[in-house]
């Protein structure tokens, strides 16, 4: 009898604890008897907080990114700081998984209140899941060109946090005792690595398990020959209508990069290799180059304290122009149109706008501001690339003009390692990313 | 009257499940045929009825084709050559001897594993970068390095291995439990018939193990054609189309280029495609049945 009265005993326990773990009031009368349902009231208390505002009460926002927390860290503690009655919810979704992810809650009716908008913004934007900020007043701090890639009729659906780039990394010390100096060509590029394969040394490393990087480094070439024309820039707004093609207006950029293939210096073993191994290889001086951009500077320095490092931009065809960096405004900040503190995510973009959180922006990922007036010292490892940024050699188009973007250079990069291995050509990679284009154009109709 | 009264309870207690299984299955399969007769995108708000489009589509890409291509030889090889090495080490291991019993153990522990781990496990494994450790013993012995998993020629066997290696335990455990419970009299019989090993295990093992090889080989079929998380690990798909399956596609077009309906379409060729395979095998080993019981 004793045993029945205690099990029912227990059995009212777990039911009001687990009753006080779902109500949304958060009463610590249910919970407060047993310790293990003590976390659960917890949490719910944290809930009904962040849905109380009047109360003075911290508002949780969720902020969904493609950059680590790492790279942000400076800045999110500025925001911490600034805006104490907002908890900002930082969770990082890998840039493969990204849109996947992103856009499984999208049309769930859900979603992070702030999005890392990238390429796929002006989709996502011309859906309906974005909220059009452009009357607010951060707006006008913004330099039109930092704007451009997010405006979509007229209306602005996001504000530009720190352009990216991506150039080569160099090992300083290699090149020194070895004579190199920072190539002023697409051919000099290529007789870098003969000279250094000659001595033993490893020139290049690529990760190219991801379809990255190829795909980058060649459209720096069309950066290059192609874009470097400003007669040119009117084609990715034809592309974007399907009339534009990358196998006519690109093949004899693309023609000129593969000459680092048929040269032998990016070979298929390096479709074996991941991100995270190239980056091992650099960072141990296996290898005097990596193409790569800022954000991964943490890490090499981490990995190997002593390595000396610069960066110079993708040198073209002609010796007396400087060469193109890869890059733009690369990510920016979107509101989720069905935010439930879209007035909290505004508080949030507004504070960005400040000059004090660009410098923050930029203190754990190098690159220039787009806020006006905001002045940027990149620091020594970008010395090689001034000339390139004062030209303002820097572009992407897959991120600035293209509606598209995401999966079209997908589509080209992967068709780029298959170049590699040698089962495809140049044009045929092209032509795969046109059709992928179309396919896009058509899903859309 | 109790009978009725007792299907009525039986009928009962199968709602909760029944309903969980339309909610769950059902009618999100239904639903997926019914939009792959659409335009339906995640960027495209407005839904049409286009017909079989999306299917004219499909065939007409060969990267996608390539993909169901790629699943169905993936998940045949893996079907023969798991099961093959599952029964071999089942009929040697089935003894009671310690040694027998750790080996068994550790035949079976890689199937604990995520296949997460095991993928980033053997990515550094078999990476031709200096430090890979399968290309380290090659070249140890004098051969020359592999790009296991960046050759497209070989990328998807690489892939197969490393599943072969998780999931061979696995399947070796069932045909264990099932050589178990097969009676010692009919060897005892065969010894005095005078057969010898072989025949032994042709006439008596293999017959009797039926029902494991048909579970087996129709798990090891489906999960075949469903492979996902092992590529998306190690290769995502790559070098090029190369390992892409029909899941890294639907994943790819569905939800990364938001091409939903025609990721249904895909999804429900999939279907289609293993209703047929399942079907076929489960006809066969229904004439396998009939023929062991004349």
Redesign the interface.
Do not use: I
């Given at each position: 009898m004793k045993r029945k009265l205690l099990a029912l005993l227990l059995s009212l326990t777990v039911i009001a604890g687990s009753l006080a773990g779902c109500g949304n009031e958060g009463s610590n009368a249910g919970a407060s008897d047993t310790a293990g349902t003590a976390d659960v009231s917890d949490t719910t208390d944290a809930d009904a907080g962040a849905t109380d505002t009047e109360s003075g009460e911290v508002v949780k926002l969720r902020m969904m990114a493609y950059n680590a927390e790492s790279t942000r860290a400076t800045y999110l503690q500025y925001l911490a700081d600034q805006l104490p009655g907002i908890e900002i919810e930082f969770e990082f979704v890998s840039n493969?998984n990204f849109?996947?992810v992103l856009?499984?809650q999208?049309?769930a009716g859900e979603g992070p209140d702030i999005i890392e908008g990238g390429g796929q913004t002006k989709?996502?934007a011309?859906?309906?899941y974005l909220l059009d900020i452009s009357d607010q007043e951060f707006i006008g701090k913004y330099a039109d060109s930092g704007l451009q890639a997010y405006t979509v009729d007229g209306k602005v659906y996001a504000i530009p946090l720190q352009s990216w780039f991506e150039g080569i990394y160099y090992n300083k010390r290699i090149f020194e005792e070895n004579g190199i100096s920072v190539p002023k060509t697409w051919d000099e590029f290529i007789e870098i690595h003969k000279t250094l394969e000659a001595k033993g040394i490893k020139a290049q490393t690529m990760g190219?398990?991801?379809?990255e990087p190829m795909m980058k480094q060649s459209i720096a070439l069309a950066n290059n020959m192609f874009y470097s024309d400003s007669a040119n820039l009117a084609f990715d707004e034809k592309f974007n209508t399907g009339e534009g093609k990358l196998e006519e207006a690109w093949l004899p950029a693309v023609e000129e990069w593969y000459k680092i293939i048929e040269e032998g210096c990016l070979q298929?073993?390096?479709?074996?290799?991941?991100y995270d191994?190239a980056l091992?290889?650099f960072a141990t001086e296996?290898a005097a180059m990596w193409e790569c951009g800022p954000w991964a500077v943490e890490t090499i320095l981490e990995k190997n304290p002593d390595i000396e490092i610069g960066m110079f931009p993708i040198p073209g065809t002609n010796a007396d122009k400087p060469g193109w960096l890869v890059g733009g405004p690369g990510s920016a900040w979107a509101i989720n149109a069905k935010s439930k503190h879209i007035e909290e995510a505004l508080q949030v973009l507004e504070v960005t706008s400040t000059a004090e959180a660009q410098q923050a922006l930029v203190a754990d990922n190098a690159g220039s501001s787009f806020v006006e007036g905001v002045e940027i010292d990149l620091g020594d490892i970008y010395a090689d690339c001034d000339e390139a940024f004062k030209a303002g050699n820097v572009y992407a188009p897959w991120t600035a003009a293209w509606t598209?973007g995401?999966?079209v250079v997908?589509a080209y990069g992967?068709?780029l390692?298959?170049v590699?291995?040698g089962?495809?050509t140049v044009q045929e990679a092209l032509a795969e990313a046109d059709t992928?284009n179309l396919?896009?154009i058509d899903?859309?109709? | 009257m109790g009978g009725k009264k007792r299907t009525r309870v039986y009928f009962l207690m199968i709602i909760p499940a029944f309903i969980g299984f339309v909610v769950l299955y059902i009618a999100p399969t239904a639903m997926s045929f019914m939009y792959s007769l659409t335009n339906w995108s995640v960027y495209n708000p407005e839904i049409r009825f286009v017909g079989l489009q999306n299917f004219q589509k499909i065939f007409t890409d060969a990267k996608t084709v390539a993909a169901l291509k790629h699943s169905v030889k993936y998940a045949f090889m893996i079907t023969i050559v798991q099961n093959v090495l599952a029964i071999i080490l089942a009929v040697l291991l089935n003894r009671k001897s310690r040694v027998v019993n750790f080996v068994k153990s550790l035949t079976f522990l890689p199937a604990v594993l995520s296949i997460m781990v095991v993928g980033y496990l053997f990515q550094y494994i078999m990476t031709s970068a200096d430090g890979g450790l399968l290309n380290m013993i090659i070249t140890f012995f004098g051969g020359k390095p592999v790009n296991w998993l960046g050759d497209e020629k070989i990328a998807l066997y690489s892939v197969l291995i490393t599943q072969v290696w998780q999931w061979t335990g696995w399947s070796m455990v069932i045909y264990v439990a099932n050589l178990k419970s097969i009676d010692g009299a009919l060897y005892e019989a065969a010894d005095i018939d005078g057969a010898n090993g072989i025949q032994k295990f042709l006439r008596v093992t293999l017959p009797l193990l039926y029902p494991a090889v048909s579970f087996n080989v129709l798990m090891s079929l489906i999960g075949g054609m469903k492979m996902f998380d092992a590529v998306f690990v190690m290769t995502k798909g790559g070098p090029g189309y190369a390992t892409e399956t029909i899941m890294t596609t639907l994943i790819r077009e569905g939800f990364n280029s938001g091409r939903t309906a025609y990721a249904c379409a895909f999804a429900v060729i999939f279907f289609i495609v293993v209703f047929i395979f399942s079907q076929t095998l489960t006809y066969f080993f229904n004439k396998w049945e009939e023929a062991i019981q004349s």
């Open positions: 493969d849109d996947n856009n499984s999208l049309q989709l996502l011309r859906a309906g190219a398990q991801s379809y298929p073993e390096m479709l074996g290799l991941s191994q091992d290889e296996k598209n995401q999966s997908e992967k068709s390692q298959e590699l291995s089962s495809r992928t396919n896009l899903a859309m109709k | -």
